[in-house]
């Protein structure tokens, strides 16, 4: 896994960038305004995801090592505003406490065991830190009021995107290939495809030209 930050800083974004969901959807003019950059869905739709999502990730956090996930929670979801955004802030909660009842180390199901990010709910804290970025991007763009990804966040993002949704050991079944990810701020990413799967590898300064690169701030790589 790539440098990431300490775990009591991944908890405490995921309360900050809970905070700024929150005041996206409030901002909102309806909880059916649609959400552009998730076709089909709705504020209420998109708060709907993102608060389930917690609940259930709490609950897998909570349960330890598992040969898979517990089911669900198929409550009901208040539809009135400010329920639904008490319902949420309730769901951010659940998750916020198992992490920190559970520490960095507990290991827990995960969908993403065969790549580089770990079993454990530092792992899950880092992929709900991204979660919970991207959707209050989605929020705000419903909202008509797009702020700023925080830059160290989004770099965090581009990384842990490569780390847990690209790295695979299933073979790439075509020509092996490399990607060069460059944000301005600064920071590179390379990933290598082949008969191995698809990895993070290091970007050295005699690595051959990559098959394709991609430019841009972190916060547009992210959303990419």
């Known amino acids: 896994m790539t440098d990431s930050f300490e775990y009591a800083a991944l908890l405490q974004l995921i309360d ?20 552009p950059s998730c076709p089909g869905w709705t504020l209420f739709d998109l708060v709907r995801h993102l ?51 559970a520490g960095p180390e507990r290991e827990c199901w995960t969908w993403w065991s065969a790549g580089l990010s770990p079993a454990n709910a530092r792992g899950v804290a880092r992929r709900r830190v991204h979660e919970v970025l991207v959707h209050t991007y989605d929020a705000q763009l419903a ?26 050991p299933a073979a790439w079944p075509h020509e092996a290939a490399t990607i060069h990810y460059h944000a301005t701020e600064g920071r590179s990413w390379l990933l290598e495809l082949d008969g191995t799967g698809a990895w993070p590898a290091p970007l050295t300064d005699d690595a051959a030209t990559p098959s394709a690169a991609a430019t841009g701030t972190a916060e547009q790589l992210l959303l990419f």
């Open 143 to 168: 909202a008509g009021a797009v702020q700023p990804m925080p830059p160290d966040v989004a770099i965090d993002g581009v990384a842990e995107f490569l780390d847990t949704c690209n790295s695979t």
């Open 51 to 101: 608060g389930t999502g917690q609940r259930w990730w709490a609950a897998i956090v909570a349960a330890g090592p598992a040969e898979a996930p517990p089911a669900k929670n198929a409550a009901e979801v208040p539809r009135e505003p400010e329920a639904l955004l008490a319902w949420y802030s309730e769901s951010n909660e659940l998750l916020l406490s198992a992490l920190r009842e």
């Open 16 to 35: 900050e960038r809970s905070a700024a969901f929150r005041s996206a959807v409030a901002a909102g003019a309806s909880l059916d305004a649609p959400v």
